[in-house]
């Protein structure tokens, strides 16, 4: 069973909210904001799909 999960963000608002979602489910959330060596991504793509895949590859 998964038990925690990284989501690539630095956005409190949605930090929050993915916090609130999977702790209901009893899943622990992470985000960029808990990885404070992760260097700033510029969100630079065309599309939500090309960004979350450049934050994946860093």
Known sequence: MLSEILIA??????AAEF??????KGIT????????????????GKTFEENALKKHKH
């Open 9 to 14: 963000t630095k956005n409190v608002g949605k």
């Open 19 to 24: 916090k609130r979602i999977f702790g209901e």
């Open 29 to 44: 959330v992470k985000t960029l904001l808990d990885l404070p060596d992760v260097p700033e991504i510029i969100e630079d």
